[in-house]
């Protein structure tokens, strides 16, 4: 009995483990609920789940027809087999991360907690941004995520796309810019527009056929030669969408606009020009926003004025300059000009808070004591006149030296910004100081030396006062009705735990250990590590991942609070010359200060989402413009080894910033001869196979500039004890 048992155990090790049909119906059931819509026989079902286990090969078609009698399939007169499960369809955007695959991301009202995979071929020619209507799967796929098949693009985000021409004698295609178009752009020869071979230009997709693997367009505008720095900024503002001059009509518009200020409208006002007032801005600023007073009162009080421009006097709803403010929504700063919201006219001229003219402003006036506290304080429309124009520069040097033009009134300002600024922190806010990069140009746009500006006690005196008036103004209206009436608000909500959980992790691996709790002791863990970090090389790293981990803030009229600035109730009140959400805002504060009835909110709701998204859109341009200047920097440098440090580490590369000049550049794995590494995951670490060398998060290494490239804004590195790379420099 023994040897025949034996026999039949080597028997069944041959053929292989028997195939327990309950895992095989449910193997065959997830195969079909994964191909939703689609028809298998038998046959095909074995092909595609690899069933060589004869036994089990029996028993796939007597188990489907069981299934399909259960009504858990469904069975064609053919014998085909298919799912009967529902799938959701639901909308969202694209998130186009490789030529691979995409992310959707539903809406909010779908209730779904994880973004949806969509493989290329299942994406209908959708692109990054576009709107889509999609057919999420019943169950998970072979990734572990949920995946779908878009049915529909609802819209599309962009029509348009910045590239580089590439000419051949038969044909031409626009190599994209843009990182999230995967795909080169088909150029009939006759839509060319007279560009040329290796120029940069505009084009506009305007056929994109279903089984067509790349999409056709036509040439709407010639930037010029690629590298060229005027053509790389115009392609900049091209590839954000970001307008390149105003309307005729909207500028006749402001051209007809009065300069003098009528006695009727001062009259209707606070007049306060006899007050020591005086405008605090960069060196190199012509839209002065804002202005402060100063004056003592007779019972020994501080009166303190923050006066705004009263943009909303002269931009009036309905208007060409009204639908043109709100399209852009907010001013734009690149590397070497500014975008403006507003026509120069107003933003440098009738708004512009410039010294020695009067001004019509809207103002929060306040009665301090010297402890900083507000004794009272009142908000309204009112004329100023600027007696000094300060760039920041000078207003510290008065400080410093206690001497020059209202220096006694700048100090006893800067000392109660400080109290301020002392008491925000006890409350809860956070300290980010984050590095900001600046260049200094030639007459060319060519890039002659970076620098990291220095924020002093100036700067921070001009952003307490601002804080404290739209802290204020936010607080009067909220107050005025508890919270009823409707106004936008600048929101910011706690981080995501989880998120944080992976900053300080990070944090970790370059040393710095933060613990994380709840409410205010999260914001003192954050400020605990900024203070850490001072001065040291992984603070520029560390302070934007930590600005990455928090939740983005955003416009609303939902009455919630801020969090990194620990205010209960904020908005934006101070800039109403490149913000329109300021606009806003001054239009509802008067509203409500002249006794009005509270609009509904729907309309503001939606105004400030566009103007979320235009901020964001202003952001992304504005560090594409530097990227490219850090770049073409890194391109014309010593050819010298720099000290920097390891910023991110994938399976196909390591992220190095150089710690001189805070460009960062990447190593290509595959650049990497000394050995052959393979990516440790859960380390966030590439290790040797051969020498055991680990490469991981916040290691300090030295490296030299191997390649750049300005299309694609990047800067291709290698470690410096490698052999000497063949790349050159471009």
């Known amino acids: 009995m023994g040897r025949k048992s034996n026999k039949q155990g080597q028997k069944g090790k041959k053929s292989g483990k028997v ?35 004869s036994i089990a090969k029996g028993g796939v078609e007597p188990m489907l027809h069981k299934l399909a009698a259960a009504g858990n399939i469904s069975k064609s007169p053919r014998n085909y087999f298919a799912s009967v499960k529902e799938p959701e369809f639901i909308e969202g955007e694209v998130d186009f991360v490789n030529p691979r695959f995409a992310f959707i991301k539903p809406d909010a009202k779908h209730g779904f907690e994880e973004d949806i995979l969509i493989k290329e071929a299942d994406l209908k020619h959708a692109l990054d941004g576009d709107r889509v209507r999609i057919m999420v799967y019943p169950v998970k796929g072979s990734t572990g995520r949920l995946e779908g098949k878009v049915l529909e693009i609802v819209s599309r985000s962009r029509d348009e796309f910045v590239g580089r021409v590439e000419i051949s004698p038969r044909f031409a295609f626009v190599v994209p810019d843009f990182k999230k178009m995967h795909y080169d752009i088909f150029v009939h020869k006759g839509d060319l527009g007279g560009a040329e071979h290796n120029q940069k230009v505009v084009v506009k997709l305007t056929d994109w056929r279903e089984d067509d693997k790349n999409p056709t367009g036509k040439v709407t505008r010639v930037l010029g030669k690629a590298g060229e720095h005027e053509v790389e900024i115009h392609s900049i503002m091209a590839e954000f969408g970001l307008p390149f001059e105003y309307p005729t009509e909207v500028e006749a518009e402001a051209n007809l606009i009065p300069e003098e200020i009528s006695p009727e409208e001062i009259k209707n006002r606070r007049d306060m020009r006899g007050i020591p007032t005086f405008t605090i801005d960069p060196v190199d600023a012509k839209d002065f926003d804002d202005a402060i007073s100063y004056r003592v009162l007779d019972n020994g009080n501080l009166e303190i004025g923050v006066h705004i421009a009263d943009v909303t006097h002269y931009v009036k709803p309905k208007t060409k300059l009204e639908k043109e403010a709100y399209e852009r929504a907010t001013s734009v700063y690149l590397v070497d000009r500014t975008i403006p919201m507003l026509p120069e006219r107003l933003s440098n001229g009738l708004c512009s808070l410039r010294p020695n003219e009067d001004k019509l402003t809207f103002s929060c006036v306040f009665e301090m004591d010297e402890n900083a506290d507000v004794l009272n304080k009142w908000i309204g429309r009112t004329v100023t006149h600027s007696d000094r124009r300060f760039a920041y520069e000078e207003g510290q040097e008065n400080i410093d030296k206690q001497e020059g033009d209202f220096y006694q009134e700048l100090t006893i300002l800067n000392d109660l910004a400080k109290k301020l600024r002392k008491r925000r922190f006890d409350k809860g806010a956070v300290n980010f100081e984050t590095v900001e990069v600046k260049f200094k140009l030639d007459e060319k746009g060519k890039p002659l030396g970076l620098f990291v500006k220095e924020r002093k006690d100036i700067h921070k005196l001009i952003e307490e006062f601002m804080l404290l008036a739209n802290r204020t103004v936010a607080e009067f209206v909220f107050n005025k009705n508890k919270g009823k009436d409707t106004f936008v608000y600048r929101i910011h909500d706690h981080p995501d735990a989880e998120r944080l959980e992976t900053f300080a992790n990070f944090a970790k691996k370059f040393g710095h250990e933060m ?4 409410g205010t002791r999260i914001s003192m863990a954050l400020n605990k590590l900024m203070e850490e970090i001072l001065g040291k090389p992984e603070q520029n790293v560390l302070e934007q991942l930590a600005i990455r981990s928090m939740a983005k803030a955003k416009y609303t009229t939902e009455a919630k609070g801020h969090f990194g600035l620990a205010f209960q109730h904020y908005t ?50 504005e560090r594409a413009s530097i990227k490219y200047k850090q770049v073409e920097f890194m391109s014309l440098a010593e050819e010298k080894d720099y000290e920097g440090i ?85």
């Not at 449910?26 to 074995?46: R, S, T, W």
């Not at 329109?580 to 609009?599: F, N, W």
């Not at 566009?610 to 901020?615: F, G, K, L």
Request: charged share 35%; net charge neutral; with cysteine.
């Open 646 to 730: 390891v910023t991110g580490v994938t399976e196909w590369g390591v992220f190095v910033e150089i710690t001189e000049t805070k460009c960062e550049g990447m190593i290509r794995v595959q650049d990497m001869k000394d050995d052959y590494y393979q990516f440790d995951e859960k380390n966030m670490r590439l290790i040797g196979t051969r020498n055991k060398k680990m490469i991981t998060l916040g290691e300090k290494v030295t490296v030299r500039v191997v390649a750049t490239d300005i299309d694609r804004r990047t800067i291709d590195l290698e470690f410096a004890d490698n052999e000497p790379s063949r790349n050159k420099r471009r």
């Open 515 to 518: 613990k994380i709790g709840e």
């Open 19 to 53: 195939i327990d049909a309950a895992q095989l119906a449910k193997k065959v059931l997830n195969f079909l609920d994964n191909n939703y819509g689609k028809e298998f026989n038998a046959k095909q079902i074995i092909k595609k789940l690899e069933i060589r286990d």
């Open 572 to 621: 934006h009140f101070t800039s109403p010359i490149r913000r329109y959400p300021d606009m806003m805002v001054h239009r509802l504060l008067q509203h409500y200060l002249d006794g009005g009835k509270s609009p509904e909110a729907e309309s503001w709701e939606d105004k400030c989402l566009h103007s979320s998204e235009r901020e964001k859109r202003a952001a992304d341009a």
